[in-house]
Nanobody
Framework: QVQLTESGGGLVQAGGSLRLSCAASGIIFNINTMGWYRQAPGKQRELVADITSGGTTNYGDLVKGRFTISRDNGKGTVYLQMNGLKPEDSAVYYC??????????WGQGTQVTVSS
């Protein structure tokens, strides 16, 4: 069984920063793409950013230039550094991983709230 465990969410004022972490654990042979998605109330889940095992990154249009995704392959961990946060960034942020060739896993989600 594989688990993704997120941490780092919370409440921050507009313009502030937060750093999310997501660690994979369990029986793991390989980790391919890892990423972050978010879902606000009444909206569909959307891609925030993802990163391949080789380090190629991809960002959603709304966060380009403000958020940075990175990963530590040795620790099976992916990070999301969020700067210049806006109230519209408020959402539950979910970690996603393609692990053990092609199986997809999700974390339980962590709440990010940005006050104006």
């Amino acid at each position: 069984q594989v688990q993704l465990t997120e941490s780092g969410g919370g409440l921050v004022q507009a313009g502030g920063s937060l750093r999310l972490s997501c660690a994979a654990s369990g029986i793991i042979f390989n980790i391919n793409t890892m990423g972050w998605y978010r879902q606000a109330p009444g909206k569909q889940r959307e891609l925030v950013a993802d990163i391949t095992s080789g380090g190629t990154t991809n960002y959603g249009d709304l966060v380009k230039g403000r958020f940075t995704i990175s990963r530590d392959n040795g620790k099976g961990t992916v990070y999301l550094q969020m700067n210049g946060l806006k109230p519209e960034d408020s959402a539950v942020y979910y970690c996603n991983g393609i692990i053990n060739w092609s199986r997809e896993y999700w974390g339980q989600g962590t709440q990010v709230t940005v006050s104006s």
